[in-house]
């Protein structure tokens, strides 16, 4: 295969990417209410067990139908928050960038010692790079409408973003070279000896 055989294969090649959930517009306050809720069942039921093994009195086990229909009404109310949680949820879907592009950005944001700044560089190349996935169809994303996705998300969310980008952009790249290197070594000079 010469050059431009491997270039046109590589152009013709599909842009890696990766996905990432982001909640949105969720309010926790009653998910943690119904946690807190949750833990003190379980603790109720372990406490009854417990007593109920200690005192060799008791004929009975604790009262589980009435745990069982407690915990069944916890299970549904979570469900239905999930179900409600879940139209809030965004597909970050984040794509590669090209090599020239992605040293143009960690130049831009470089710390002046060798390095950069990885959450800065990571969450640009997501704005330069990334779409929304809605109803399964990418959608672009403005710059005013990313200020306001960056004003919504949370540091885990902001997290999950810059590791998607920096495996994309440096991980990946690394894994597949070391990986093709070993199958596809290139003969060299040296070699023909």
């Not at 990432?20 to 306050?29: A, C, H, K, R, S």
């Not at 794509?95 to 390095?115: C, D, I, M, Q, R």
Request: net charge negative; glycine share 6%; proline share 4%.
């Amino acid at each position: 295969m010469n050059l431009d055989e491997l270039l046109a294969a590589a152009a013709a090649a599909p842009v890696p990417h990766k996905d990432v959930l982001i909640p949105l517009g969720v309010d926790n306050g009653e998910r943690d209410a119904l946690a807190r809720e949750r833990e003190e069942l379980e603790r109720r039921i372990a406490d009854a067990t417990e007593n109920a093994s200690r005192d060799k009195r008791l004929t009975s086990t604790p009262d589980i139908p009435t745990f069982a229909d407690e915990f069944a009404s916890i299970l549904e109310r979570e469900n239905a928050l999930d179900a409600r949680d879940a139209e809030h949820m965004l597909t970050l879907r984040v794509y590669a960038l090209p090599g020239v592009e992605w040293v143009a950005l960690t130049a831009k944001h470089s710390n002046g010692f060798g390095g950069y700044d990885l959450n800065t560089v990571c969450l640009d190349a997501a704005q330069v790079n990334g779409v929304a996935v809605i109803d399964g169809k990418e959608s672009p994303i403005t710059e005013a409408q990313w200020d306001q996705l960056l004003g919504r998300m949370r540091g885990r969310s902001v997290d999950e973003i810059a590791a998607a980008v920096f495996e994309l952009n440096v991980a990946d790249t690394a894994d597949e070279v070391q990986r093709l290197g070993k199958v596809s070594r290139p003969k060299l000079a040296s070699d023909s000896d």
